[in-house]
């Protein structure tokens, strides 16, 4: 039988609970209920189709959720704009990555900018050419000519610029060199080390479980397993029925 764990962190920052959501007549979301503790990182793992990357969409209100709460230190953000949630503390890097095309990479960061809410770490646009050498290389580059590795940098980094307490970061290793894969890694344990929670889609479970703290395995459009990573591997049917390909 799946294992359901609560989480046991003393300060909860963000809070999903019994989330719902449609496509049409299609129930995508069916109860969706996890916590993010202040500089965690919680993978969404399971296959294709499990509800993962709905869940952020809800959360950020791209997906208006049709009943369930999130909840940012207590304030209720379920059904707002996704412009009010950005702005009360939480990023969203879409798999899509959707850069500003007919713009620089400099005019993209500094589209992403904006004044951190309280308690959020202030990030600088030095910090993130120290993370992706190749964007300080590139930064009077218009982001439509760029690769998809480097398109996928940029996103991460504007979003950082907004100050999030929370970012949401779905898919960001998919198609991309070994190289920029290990750095967007180490990106997302930085952003953990300085008090940033992260709420991380990614199918190359090696990864999921090397940066996370804690794994929240979907399947059939809700929560069927959490618990640390430790915790996963070591179950094989577990990763055998909602994981195996």
Same mark, same amino acid.
């Given at each position: 039988?799946?294992?359901?764990?609560?989480?046991?962190?003393?300060?909860?920052?963000?809070?999903?609970?019994?989330?719902?959501?449609?496509?049409?007549?299609?129930?995508?979301?069916?109860?969706?209920?996890?916590?993010?503790?202040?500089?965690?990182?919680?993978?969404?793992?399971?296959?294709?189709?499990?509800?993962?990357?709905?869940?952020?969409?809800?959360?950020?209100?791209?997906?208006?959720?049709?009943?369930?709460?999130?909840?940012?230190?207590?304030?209720?953000?379920?059904?707002?704009?996704?412009?009010?949630?950005?702005?009360?503390?939480?990023?969203?890097?879409?798999?899509?990555?959707?850069?500003?095309?007919?713009?620089?990479?400099?005019?993209?960061?500094?589209?992403?900018?904006?004044?951190?809410?309280?308690?959020?770490?202030?990030?600088?646009?030095?910090?993130?050419?120290?993370?992706?050498?190749?964007?300080?290389?590139?930064?009077?580059?218009?982001?439509?000519?760029?690769?998809? %590795?480097?398109?996928?940098? $940029? =996103?991460?980094?504007?979003? &950082? #610029?907004?100050?999030? +307490?929370?970012?949401?970061?779905?898919?960001?290793?998919?198609?991309?060199?070994?190289?920029?894969?290990?750095?967007?890694?180490?990106?997302?344990?930085?952003?953990?080390?300085?008090?940033?929670?992260?709420?991380?889609?990614?199918?190359?479970?090696?990864?999921?479980?090397?940066?996370?703290?804690?794994?929240?395995?979907?399947?059939?459009?809700?929560?069927?397993?959490? %618990?640390?990573?430790?915790? $996963? =591997?070591?179950?094989?049917? &577990? #990763?055998?029925?909602? +994981?195996?390909?």
């Amino acid at each position: 039988m799946s294992q359901m764990k609560q989480s046991n962190s003393s300060a909860q920052l963000l809070q999903v609970k019994d989330l719902h959501a449609h496509y049409g007549k299609s129930h995508i979301l069916q109860g969706v209920s996890f916590d993010v503790g202040r500089g965690e990182v919680i993978s969404l793992l399971g296959r294709n189709g499990s509800g993962r990357s709905t869940t952020m969409k809800s959360i950020m209100g791209l997906v208006p959720p049709s009943a369930g709460q999130v909840q940012l230190q207590g304030k209720e953000l379920a059904g707002a704009r996704p412009n009010t949630i950005c702005r009360s503390g939480i990023a969203y890097v879409p798999e899509e990555r959707e850069v500003f095309a007919n713009l620089t990479v400099d005019e993209n960061l500094r589209m992403g900018e904006q004044p951190a809410v309280p308690g959020a770490y202030r990030w600088t646009v030095e910090q993130m050419f120290d993370y992706f050498p190749r964007l300080k290389e590139r930064r009077n580059t218009k982001a439509g000519s760029m690769s998809g %590795g480097e398109q996928q940098m $940029l =996103t991460i980094c504007r979003s &950082l #610029l907004g100050n999030p +307490l929370v970012i949401l970061i779905d898919e960001p290793t998919e198609g991309l060199a070994p190289k920029i894969v290990a750095q967007v890694g180490e990106c997302i344990k930085d952003m953990r080390d300085k008090g940033v929670s992260v709420v991380l889609v990614e199918q190359k479970l090696a990864i999921a479980l090397k940066v996370s703290t804690r794994v929240c395995v979907m399947g059939h459009g809700n929560i069927v397993f959490e %618990g640390t990573p430790e915790e $996963l =591997t070591s179950d094989k049917k &577990l #990763l055998t029925e909602w +994981l195996a390909v």
